[in-house]
């Protein structure tokens, strides 16, 4: 990235050479230039900076997946799939029998 200064001395070398064109038209289509390469290295910057949390975001394939930890976790959890509430869950054998009882009763 270069400094305002930079950016000068290049301009004041330019008025020196000898140029067709017009000076104030070239020394802003450098000034432009300089700007667009600025630009570009601030967006690289920000999309590694994205790359970056998105590596972290995604980060623990298989392996992490497969420790000993995580499946004692998983274990202890049970499966997400196959929690269902107590109220929508069939009624077992014995409670069945428990029910029919207590209709005798």
């Keep these: 990235m270069k400094s305002e ?3 000068q001395l290049y301009i004041s070398k330019l008025d020196q050479t000898e140029v067709e ?3 104030d038209v070239v020394k802003i289509l450098i000034l432009k230039l ?3 390469e600025k630009s570009l290295k601030e967006m690289g910057r920000i999309q ?3 790359a970056r949390k998105a ?3 995604h980060h623990g394939g298989a392996h992490r997946q497969n420790s000993v ?3 004692r976790s ?3 959890k049970g499966s997400k799939f196959a929690k269902v509430m107590p109220e929508n869950r069939a009624p077992t054998s014995t409670q069945l ?3 029919e009882e207590g209709d005798e009763n």
């Design 21 to 23: 064109f017009e000076s």
């Design 55 to 57: 590596a972290k975001l």
């Design 97 to 99: 029998d428990f029910i």
């Design 34 to 36: 300089l700007q667009l």
């Design 69 to 71: 930890s995580s499946r």
């Design 48 to 50: 590694k900076k994205r």
């Design 74 to 76: 998983r274990s202890r």
């Design 5 to 7: 200064y930079d950016k």
